[in-house]
């Protein structure tokens, strides 16, 4: 009787745990690897307002891809780029090419990453499509985006001031930017220091920017000889060629400008010699370089 007794109590205390378990697993979602959530069939939407054209630059455009409801196990989306496009991906953009809606949750996020790359070239072309037939577990309508990249045009130039160079003086060579020191001084129409040193640093080469900063007008390019450790001693005389280039991201790139040779700076200058190099004319962005002699208009861009 008293084993009787021991297996009833046991007995009854089993069907209590299972029925109080049965209560515990009708519980909403409680995050304990045991999920109450049923597979359905749900749909997907994309939310993203894609460049159909944009100028070449660094930035990003993210979208989102949304679930109807919840899913038990992750949903994978497949982003590709398009064969045919003109545009490179990973020089000019990049994109993600994988968006994961983790389970139990209705949203996932990418993003198209743009470039500005300074290239001069014209405007190129790339497509985005966002599905495929590898996306499963949600109903999403494969879609394509057209992008346009239009080329970059910078609204500085850069002139880059260049003396660079070699000389055997008494038997020895000698280094043009070690013992020579150029610089480029800017006047104004009336030939008064516009007091802009950007191009009298000491640096050998040297370089100037030209850009929304300036002052529509009319200016000149000095050269000023700041100090020179170059003298022979048979009177011969050293020259130290001046070699100009001109950039300009997105349209131009290293444009070597002529150099009138008679203002190249020698050793028989003195310090605080000047010699003019180029008259320049500012017109919103567009930039013009002239003989300062003749008037003669040698670039414009």
């Known amino acids: 009787m008293k084993l009787k007794n021991i297996l009833s109590k046991s007995v009854t205390g089993l069907g209590a745990a299972v029925i109080l378990l049965g209560f515990s697993q009708c519980k909403d979602e409680d995050f304990t690897d045991y999920s109450n959530l049923t597979a359905t069939n749900p749909t997907a939407s994309v939310e993203w307002t894609a460049p159909a054209s944009t100028t070449e630059r660094d930035d990003v455009f993210p979208f989102t891809i949304t679930l109807s409801e919840p ?22 953009f990049d994109i993600d090419h994988l968006v994961i809606i983790p389970a139990g949750t209705t949203m996932g996020s990418g993003a198209l990453t743009t470039y500005n790359d300074l290239v001069v070239e014209g405007s190129e072309t790339f497509t985005i499509q966002i599905g495929d037939e590898r996306t499963s577990n949600v109903n999403l309508t494969t879609t394509t985006y057209d992008v346009t990249l239009n080329n970059f045009v910078s609204n500085t130039a850069v002139a880059i001031y260049d003396w660079s160079g070699t000389a055997m003086v008494d038997g020895v060579e000698r280094v043009f930017c070690d013992e020579v020191d150029i610089d480029v001084l800017i006047y104004d129409e009336a030939m008064m220091d516009s007091g802009n040193y950007d191009a009298a640093t000491g640096d050998c080469p040297e370089d100037m920017s030209f850009g929304t900063t300036w002052a529509d007008g009319t200016y000149y390019l000095v050269l000023n000889l700041w100090s020179n450790g170059i003298v022979p ?67 414009e861009g």
Not at 71 to 92: F, P
């Open 233 to 299: 001693t048979d009177g011969s005389t050293v020259t130290f060629p001046m070699t100009v280039y001109l950039t300009r991201g997105g349209l131009y790139n290293d444009v070597m400008l002529p150099v009138d040779p008679a203002v190249y700076i020698n050793s028989d200058d003195a310090a605080g010699v000047e010699k003019t190099l180029y008259k320049f004319v500012k017109s919103g962005t567009t930039y013009r370089f002239y003989d300062p002699t003749t008037d003669e208009l040698l670039f």
């Open 71 to 92: 899913q038990v196990v992750d949903v994978r989306v497949n982003v590709s780029v398009v064969e045919g496009g003109t545009a490179t991906e990973g020089e000019d």
